[in-house]
């Protein structure tokens, strides 16, 4: 018993086990988002449906979702990019208030057939909305892992890419001869020309 909990231990405090804490802790804090926010549209204002109010719900959470999980779990830092973070992002984030509509289209046909009261319908809502959060946690870390590390491993290569001398694509190559005299800098102002300096140097 000792032995797993070290291990365990052990594995919390890799990088790995940080990122996926960080990760948790962060649907953490967007489930209570949404959970709030449904609540208080659901259950105490009570102006629109199950479904409306789910929808609202989880598109305020996604707001703080992406930058908790760009930022704090996978470290990225700078301006994000358009089609290859915000878009998958969002179309992720999509198909995932389309399944806690589903639910909660659901949990709302139950809590009707069943006379629930306004208390009872709320907490059938909210845990259809658990639910739904559920299902994806471990599909949305493993695209996330896929989605912010591969912007992290192209620009890494075209760092390696530029020390090793190779051309990035879109740019002409540099000539060899082109490359050392950028490297030693200007010449001296009061250097001689090539001819003048072999014509004083036989003289």
Request: proline content about 4%; charged content about 15%.
């Amino acid at each position: 018993m000792l032995h797993i909990a070290r291990r365990a231990l052990w594995w919390l405090q890799s990088s790995q086990g940080v990122k996926y804490t960080r990760y948790f802790l962060g649907s953490v804090i967007t489930t209570v988002i949404s959970f709030l926010t449904l609540t208080i549209l659901y259950g105490v204002v009570h102006r629109w449906g199950a479904v409306t109010c789910t929808v609202i719900a989880n598109v305020v959470a996604t707001i703080p979702a992406y930058w908790l999980n760009r930022t704090w779990t996978w470290g990225k830092t700078g301006k994000s990019d358009t089609w290859r973070e915000v878009v998958p992002f969002w179309v992720a984030s999509l198909a995932g208030i389309a399944i806690s509509m589903v639910t909660a289209a659901w949990a709302a046909d139950l809590a009707r057939a069943h006379h629930l009261h306004r208390l009872g319908q709320t907490v059938l809502v909210d845990g259809a909305n658990l639910a739904a959060y559920g299902v994806l946690f471990i599909g949305k870390y493993l695209l996330f892992e896929r989605l912010f590390l591969a912007a992290e491993r192209r620009r890494r290569a075209g760092a390696d890419d530029l020390r090793a001398g190779s051309v990035p694509e879109g740019l002409a190559p540099v000539a060899p001869a082109a490359r050392t005299a950028l490297a030693s800098g200007p010449a001296p102002s009061d250097a001689l020309p090539l001819e003048e300096a072999v014509t004083a140097s036989v003289d």
